[in-house]
């Protein structure tokens, strides 16, 4: 399994905050990150770049995410490179042209994963390291949180006297 820092992704969405909240997220898992303003942007970074992924927002200026998954998916070089869509318009009228666009597209085309703003750092860095096979500090913390949590309950029900212990089936029964 490879590991982040020998992968490269680009982060393409018009908004700072989003821009920068996933570059911040995809950095501090350890991968080299870039970002672009607008699929124009993108496609001006893409050559000298040379990600293995990129994430992509839906609605932008100049070119949408939709006409850059097009132009990619011209090329050789780009016909496979792994696309997630990142998006808040999926639902609604701003995105509506965008997402007519989107669902036109055949099969081949489309990008591998949809997610909504707002999304999980978790979520995104787990998505991304299953498409890249990429070991990830989520998985593993994840696992050892959920198991750690399991053994503090454990131990301080075994410890709890039965009056308590009444008290909070009581409020777990509510």
Not at 5 to 28: H, M, Q, T, Y
Not at 40 to 68: C, Q
Request: hydrophobic share 40%.
């Amino acid at each position: 399994m490879a590991h982040a820092s020998s992968k490269k992704i680009l982060v393409v969405d018009d908004e700072p905050d989003v821009r920068n909240f996933l570059e911040a997220c995809l950095k501090d898992e350890g991968y080299h990150v870039d970002t672009a303003v607008d699929g124009l942007d993108a496609l001006e970074k893409i050559n000298g770049f040379e990600p293995d992924l990129m994430t992509l927002d839906m609605v932008m200026p100049r070119m949408s995410g939709v006409k850059l998954i097009r132009e990619l998916r011209k090329t050789q070089k780009w016909a496979d490179l792994p696309i997630i869509v990142i998006t808040a318009h999926a639902h609604d009228e701003f995105g509506a042209e965008d997402i007519k666009e989107f669902n036109a597209l055949v099969s081949g085309l489309r990008p591998r994963i949809t997610m909504d703003k707002p999304i999980s750092p978790a979520n995104l860095i787990k998505t991304i390291g299953k498409i890249l096979e990429v070991e990830t500090s989520i998985d593993e913390a994840a696992g050892n949180i959920k198991e750690n949590e399991r053994e503090s309950i454990i131990r301080l029900l075994n410890e709890t006297d039965n009056d308590t212990l009444k008290k909070i089936r009581d409020l777990l029964n509510q």
